[in-house]
């Protein structure tokens, strides 16, 4: 959400090449901050609905939706579902506020109780990828996660975690101020002035993450593959693999990105060998010696039956 200047693609803190323009994340964040903050002061008992009401209609509703569209502009997935789903959550409590009110379909504990808890579920969507952005944003849909499931759990009978639930969503309110005062204090002097952490999946172990998922896939295809090459009655006349042809360039990528430096190093492209040191001619794939990586490189299944029954001829 925060990772360029001011209005860029992505909504945040570093340089961007584009024109200078506003940044909708200062808006939804101050917007979901105050409605939030005054929902919980109400859970607290300190104020009423009517103020509640109110902000869930204009500032948490309608402008946190247009900032979610402004931000659809700027190309960012993050603050757009993240701004026009909020967005859409206040308005649909406040028009649950007014229902009750009229006495027209009015909404039970439970019925508040499930709405809270698919918000919540959906918040544990966004922590997921606000691990990536940086500590900051994290804690903040951690926090909003926790406070909506406690809610929750308290309108189906355990009122006592109205006001824990309550706390923690001040504290995540909280944490949606300190980022929009991170934006603005470093267009003000031109650098960032507020820490917000580094990401909780940091670089390193995102590639780290990609190259053992692709290493997976490699091996359950090596597996899959073979068994349908040789067949259930075990017929030794099918002997080709067929595997994967882009699990290769996928693990080279992951390796680059985890490790610029070796990449550089790497001794000319990678080539192809064939071992016939048995009947099985296994095709293989494999990086210059800096990686410690080898695949096997896939074959379309079709080709390796063609050059089979060449071969054969």
């Not at 500032?59 to 789903?85: E, L, M, P, R, W």
């Not at 804690?139 to 406690?150: A, E, R």
């Not at 309108?155 to 995540?172: D, N």
């Not at 006349?237 to 990528?253: G, L, N, P």
Request: hydrophobic share 45%; net charge neutral.
């Amino acid at each position: 959400l925060l990772t360029t200047a001011t209005g860029g693609n992505n909504m945040g803190m570093g340089p961007s090449d584009e024109p200078k323009r506003g940044n909708p994340a200062v808006v939804g964040l101050t917007g979901f901050a105050m409605t939030m903050l005054i929902f919980q002061l109400h859970n607290l008992g300190v104020c009423s609905l009517g103020p509640v009401l109110a902000l869930s209609l204009i500032y948490g509703g309608a402008v946190q939706v247009i900032a979610g569209f402004q931000a659809f502009a700027g190309g960012n997935n993050f603050a757009y579902t993240s701004f026009v789903s909020n967005g859409a959550f206040w308005s649909a409590f406040g028009i649950i506020l007014l229902l009750n009110a009229s006495g027209v379909y009015v909404s039970t504990d439970a019925d508040l109780g499930y709405f809270l808890l698919l918000w919540g579920l959906y918040s544990l969507l966004l922590f997921v990828d606000a691990l990536r952005i940086h500590a900051a944003m994290s804690l903040m849909q951690l926090t909003l996660c926790v406070g909506f499931l406690g809610l929750s759990i308290a309108r189906f009978g355990h009122s006592w975690l109205t006001i824990p639930s309550a706390a923690i969503h001040i504290l995540c309110a909280c944490g949606a101020w300190y980022m929009m005062l991170a934006i603005l204090l470093e267009q003000f002097f031109g650098g960032p002035m507020l820490p917000l952490g580094k990401p909780w999946i940091s670089d390193g172990l995102a590639a780290r993450i990609r190259i053992d998922k692709v290493k997976a896939r490699v091996t359950r295809g090596r597996a899959l593959s073979w068994k349908a090459a040789v067949g259930p009655d075990g017929d030794s006349r099918h002997k080709y693999k067929a595997v994967e042809r882009a699990t290769f360039d996928e693990i080279q990528d992951a390796v680059q990105s985890r490790n610029p430096e070796s990449a550089a190093r790497q001794r000319g492209p990678p080539g192809i060998r064939t071992s016939t040191s048995s009947s099985r001619h296994k095709y293989m794939a494999y990086k210059p010696r800096d990686e410690e990586v080898v695949a096997m490189v896939p074959a379309e299944g079709g080709e390796a039956h063609a050059e089979a029954e060449a071969m054969s001829t």
